[in-house]
């Protein structure tokens, strides 16, 4: 258990670390332009989902973020106690990975955001591409579970450009991002109806791809 918990804890701070340093440098480099920021920031992502996926995947699952946990949860593959240590892990990881981007680029470790991301369309925005994350898991682990990686970071490289919110996707990132003031960043004001939207639409997904699959 104790390499499991290291695994997600460095994971998602490798992850925070890609998602917040990317930002910072295409932000830098992008001249104003917030498309070529975007899409700076868009493809390291979702490399960066592939590479730690396969990594860590065989040690703890990969979850890298609380609405999968919930997911597995839901499916009684992973217990309430260990999927509450995950998500302990995955937050106090994600923090740390914004602290150690904020180190390599000179900015003040702590920074909360003033980015405002709020309203009803990018609400849904994180309902649909959490459903659409956990949907992606769950239907390659049914038909090609080698593939997990590879869809994972296609599916979060295609969610930042269709989905209004550039699709965290993730309640642990989503708290790690709140405390950047950067690209990257989010209203800590706005954190909570963000994770509200990703982990109801983790659980539908869960339970839609249940029945999809005749698993009850």
Not at 27 to 36: T, V, Y
Request: charged fraction near 10%.
């Amino acid at each position: 258990m104790a390499r499991r918990l290291f695994a997600e804890w460095l994971g998602t701070l490798f992850l925070l670390a890609v998602v917040v340093g990317s930002g910072i440098m295409a932000e830098r480099l992008s001249g104003g332009n917030d498309a070529i920021a975007l899409l700076g920031n868009t493809i390291p992502t979702g490399a960066i989902l592939v590479v730690l996926i396969l990594i860590f995947g065989p040690i703890s699952g990969a979850h890298f973020n609380p609405a999968v946990t919930l997911a597995f949860a839901l499916r009684r593959e992973i217990s309430p106690r260990d999927s509450m240590a995950y998500i302990g892990v995955q937050i106090i990881g994600g923090v740390a990975g914004v602290i150690l981007a904020h180190a390599m680029f000179g900015n003040p470790l702590f920074d909360p955001s003033t980015t405002a991301r709020t309203g009803s369309g990018q609400w849904i925005g994180e309902f649909v591409a959490t459903f659409g994350l956990i949907a992606t898991i769950l239907g390659c682990l049914k038909a090609r579970p080698e593939a997990v990686a590879y869809a994972v970071g296609l599916f979060i490289t295609a969610g930042y450009w269709f989905t209004s919110s550039t699709s965290f996707a993730n309640p642990a990132v989503t708290i790690a991002r709140g405390l950047t003031n950067t690209f990257a960043g989010i209203d800590p004001a706005h954190v909570a109806a963000f994770i509200a939207a990703q982990l109801t639409g983790a659980v539908v997904a869960t339970l839609v791809f249940r029945w999809l699959h005749g698993e009850g």
